[in-house]
């Protein structure tokens, strides 16, 4: 059975909000806060300092009420926000915030921007885009049901499940839906357990055309509730009903998932999102810059589109970064500015991801120890994951193929340069070797 505390809970709601905020936002407030106590119906939750306390509950106290009433199924459930009293804040006064719940018990949220309008279609998401389209235009008479859409962190997966749900909300549109995430779905579904009625979980799939569900990736390890959605996605599936699912991996590798679920799950369009292409992420900056008013110059524009490549999250952090700084200190945004803001978001991403760490996670998958990678053998099973390190450390981080020649040992560039072509090669030929190193990049990332 899956259990559920009131840490658990807000662990759940903290997931949630992350998904609703920006990434910087949901950093610099509500990362590092626990869950501190029950005081009768109030979940109290600590932060550093009673300026944060007092921020939250300015800024999202409404929104995490909202969280919390619909994950714990009750409106008496209330959220006090406090403060570390060791540390009062800049205001230098401790303060005891606490929210209460209101109305609204729309478990609906949507983004006002994440519409086709806001979405730029490139070559590395035409596809994705493609179907997203047509289910919204169409429902029933496609063959993309369900529409499967995949793609690593920060590429538009949440954007585009959203689009579709505004264009569902058009005037005029008489389609009904409901657009869920996944923890969402899991903890409803505790929630039914424990109060040994499904009334609530059933209704989620009632009465609807559309089931919209973000990052079913979580249903991993919830044996019970993918069992009871198995057989809700049958139903609506063979009642003609659209269903739409997102998800950082494709079907097949959502391992400890049951078969048949993973086979309904590949039986109408997978499409995946790449990492954008250049032109893309530049078209994405300018839609960004124009959203922000802000004034910013085609070569600055293009120094960010050339050092930002892998996340289009990230693209936008900096672009809202830069606009804060320029309106708070009325300065333009020029080169200099946007590289130091480069420098400092890249900074924290590749201070995680050294050659050592990469090194050792691929060491672990493969079962040899780090230095026998960096060492001198040559057999198969100490090569290949050697050459599995070099040309992820190449991908992940910013070394030269000389850096990394030294790193092992002293080889050179040209035998680097060798490792990363042949372990290209090899993962053509063996999809095996390609999961795996999925799979090891997906930890990297995660770290
Ligand atoms: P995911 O759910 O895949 O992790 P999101 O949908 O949250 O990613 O996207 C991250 C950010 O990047 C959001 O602010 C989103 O609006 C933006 N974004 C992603 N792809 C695009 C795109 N093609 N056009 C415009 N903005 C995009
Ligand atoms: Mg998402």
């Given at each position: 059975m899956e259990s559920f505390n009131p840490s658990d809970l807000w662990n759940l709601c903290l997931a949630e909000a992350e998904k609703r905020l920006e990434a910087t936002e949901f950093e610099a407030?509500?990362?590092?806060?626990t869950y501190e106590d029950i005081n009768g119906t109030r979940l109290v939750i600590r932060f550093r300092n009673s300026f944060v306390a007092g921020h939250v509950k300015s800024r999202f106290g409404e929104m995490l009420d909202d969280i919390i009433r619909n994950l714990s199924g009750t409106s008496e459930l209330a959220l006090q926000f406090v403060g570390d009293p060791a540390d009062p804040g800049p205001s230098g006064t401790e303060r005891i915030v606490s929210g209460t719940s209101s109305s609204s018990s729309d478990s609906t949220f949507l983004?006002?921007?994440?519409t086709f309008k806001h979405f730029v279609v490139g070559p590395s998401n035409q596809l994705a885009h493609a179907g997203a389209l047509a289910v919204s235009r169409d429902i029933g008479s496609t063959n993309y049901n369900p529409l499967f859409v995949y793609g690593g962190v920060g590429l538009g997966k949440t954007h585009l499940i959203q689009a579709i749900a505004h264009y569902l909300r058009q005037e005029g549109s008489k389609r009904t839906f409901k657009y869920l995430s996944t923890e969402f779905l899991v903890a409803t579904f505790i929630k039914s357990v424990l109060q040994s009625d499904f009334t609530r979980f059933n209704r989620l799939f009632h009465d609807i055309d559309y089931l919209l569900i973000d990052d079913i990736q979580f249903l991993k390890g919830k044996v019970e509730t993918q069992e009871a959605f198995f057989h809700r996605f049958n139903e609506l599936h063979q009642h003609g009903k659209q269903i739409v699912l997102t998800s950082d991996r494709p079907p097949h590798e959502l391992?400890?998932?049951?078969e048949r679920l993973i086979s309904r799950f590949q039986s109408g369009l997978v499409a995946d999102i790449k990492p954008p292409e250049y032109e893309t992420r530049l078209a994405i900056l300018h839609l960004l810059v124009r959203d922000e008013e802000l004034e910013v110059s085609q070569d600055v524009l293009d120094f960010i589109a050339s050092s930002i490549r892998k996340n289009v999250r990230q693209l936008s952090g900096v672009i809202h970064r830069l606009a804060a700084m320029s309106r708070l200190t009325g300065c333009s945004i020029d080169m200099d500015l946007a590289q130091k803001e480069i420098r400092s978001s890249l900074g924290t991403i590749t201070r995680r991801l050294t050659p050592g760490n990469i090194t050792s996670i691929v060491a672990e998958s493969f079962d040899v120890s780090p230095s026998q990678l960096k060492g001198r053998q040559r057999k198969h099973s100490v090569l290949i994951p050697r050459q599995v390190s070099m040309s992820l450390i190449r991908e992940l981080t910013s070394m030269s193929l000389t850096e990394i020649g030294s790193f092992f040992s002293g080889r050179d560039h040209s035998t680097v340069l060798n490792s990363i072509d042949r372990i290209a090669e090899l993962k053509e030929k063996t999809p095996d070797l390609e999961r795996k190193i999925a799979e090891i990049r997906r930890k990297l990332i995660s770290i």
């Open positions: 407030w509500l990362k590092d806060s983004r006002s921007n994440y391992q400890d998932l049951p």
